[in-house]
């Protein structure tokens, strides 16, 4: 076995090799390729609420990569848009790693942007139990390491502000543990990007954003041992997880239900964009990963803007096309919005 994971890690290395503390970099998703890679994602498609009485349908129009527009950042893209289709009135995106990239203990960083939530947007990044196909939701434990958009936000009007991590297992729908604790930062961590952090160890749970300026988590758990197997914290979230990032509309979490109090999509579509996905472990035989494909080559930070967006690669740059302002990058153009016109 850890053999096994020291072939793994020398493949997905095979690009880059960086280093945090004692962390090592082991995977790393920049989504700057044409199409996702569906080797390690699936797109979720399905009009079932959620388990949360959410309004929208994912569908795969809803999951797009595409540049950022501010930035010129290329980016996974998850748009929410107010139309009809199927039996529902908003349609947006989901996507996995489910059976796909998966792994067990370490550090998972992501760079998102996330849209303004208010009203009724519920943008979230988190991850679940691999064995969810054979013992279901919430035995196979799930840890939201962010989420925006909750109804008592809404209600005080801190939404661009609030935020909150989560853990919740049990043997069934009516006999959950939850643990959520939120915060209200002074600023707001909407419609700019955002680093958020994840140290999952086999004692505890960690979660920060923007660690660097910020070093104290807003979400701490210890995992520990239960008699009772369904609550045991270190067995349950002890095993491989995967990956999921989504853009829920309404439901139990923003407490909206109509889709004409969603007034986010008022003036039209509201994206979340991700610009990476960054996986770091120190090699201790507790840990696994698995991932079927290797590690991208990470692109260099953009600081200045989408005019000064450069590397060896490609340029980003504004251009007016028919009195209408788009983005090229390379022979690719792209709408304001992020999405590929050509």
């Known amino acids: 076995m850890k053999y096994l994971f020291s072939l793994i890690c020398a493949l997905c290395l095979a690009v880059v090799v960086m280093a945090q503390g004692d962390y090592q970099l082991v995977w790393n998703e920049d989504f700057i390729e044409e199409t996702l890679d569906r080797a390690v994602w699936n797109i979720e498609v399905n009009g079932d609420g959620g388990g949360n009485n959410e309004l929208q349908y994912y569908c795969e129009q809803g999951v797009s990569l595409g540049v950022e527009p501010t930035t010129g950042k290329h980016c996974l893209i998850l748009t929410a848009t107010k139309e009809e289709y199927k039996n529902r009135h908003c349609t947006s995106g989901r996507v996995n790693s489910k059976n796909?990239?998966?792994?067990?203990?370490?550090?998972?960083?992501?760079?998102?942007?996330?849209?303004?939530?208010?009203?009724?947007?519920?943008?979230?990044?988190?991850?679940?139990?691999?064995?969810?196909?054979?013992?279901?939701?919430?035995?196979?434990?799930?840890?939201?390491?962010?989420?925006l958009g909750h109804q008592s936000a809404f209600s005080n009007g801190t939404q661009?502000?609030?935020?909150?991590?989560?853990?919740?297992?049990?043997?069934?729908?009516?006999?959950?543990?939850?643990?959520?604790?939120?915060?209200?930062?002074?600023y707001s961590v909407e419609d700019t990007f955002h680093i958020v952090t994840m140290v999952w160890t086999p004692n505890s749970i960690d979660m920060y954003m923007d660690r660097a300026k910020n070093p104290?988590?807003?979400?701490?758990?210890?995992?520990?041992?239960?008699?009772?197997?369904?609550?045991?914290?270190?067995?349950?979230?002890?095993?491989?997880?995967?990956?999921?990032?989504?853009?829920?509309?309404?439901?139990?979490?923003?407490?909206?239900?109509?889709?004409?109090?969603?007034?986010?999509?008022?003036?039209?579509?509201?994206?979340?964009?991700?610009?990476?996905?960054?996986?770091?472990?120190?090699?201790?035989?507790?840990?696994?990963?698995?991932?079927?494909?290797?590690?991208?080559?990470?692109?260099?930070?953009?600081?200045q803007g989408i005019d000064h967006v450069q590397s060896d690669k490609v340029q980003s740059t504004k251009e007016m096309r028919d009195g209408q302002l788009f983005i090229r990058r390379g022979e690719q153009i792209y709408n304001m919005t992020g999405q590929r016109v050509k």
């Not at 502000?161 to 919740?168: L, T």
């Open 160 to 186: 661009d502000r609030y935020f909150n991590g989560a853990m919740h297992v049990g043997p069934k729908w009516d006999a959950v543990w939850s643990d959520a604790q939120s915060v209200t930062w002074d």
């Open 100 to 147: 796909r990239m998966t792994y067990t203990f370490g550090m998972i960083e992501a760079r998102i942007k996330f849209p303004n939530t208010a009203n009724g947007l519920w943008p979230a990044f988190w991850q679940m139990g691999n064995n969810y196909d054979q013992v279901g939701w919430p035995k196979c434990g799930e840890t939201d390491i962010i989420e």
């Open 216 to 303: 104290n988590p807003y979400f701490h758990a210890a995992l520990e041992p239960n008699d009772d197997a369904n609550y045991n914290r270190q067995l349950v979230f002890g095993k491989p997880n995967f990956v999921i990032a989504n853009l829920a509309v309404g439901g139990n979490f923003p407490g909206i239900f109509d889709i004409n109090k969603i007034t986010a999509l008022a003036d039209g579509p509201r994206s979340v964009y991700i610009d990476w996905i960054r996986i770091w472990q120190r090699g201790d035989a507790n840990e696994s990963f698995s991932c079927p494909s290797p590690s991208d080559e990470i692109e260099p930070e953009n600081t």
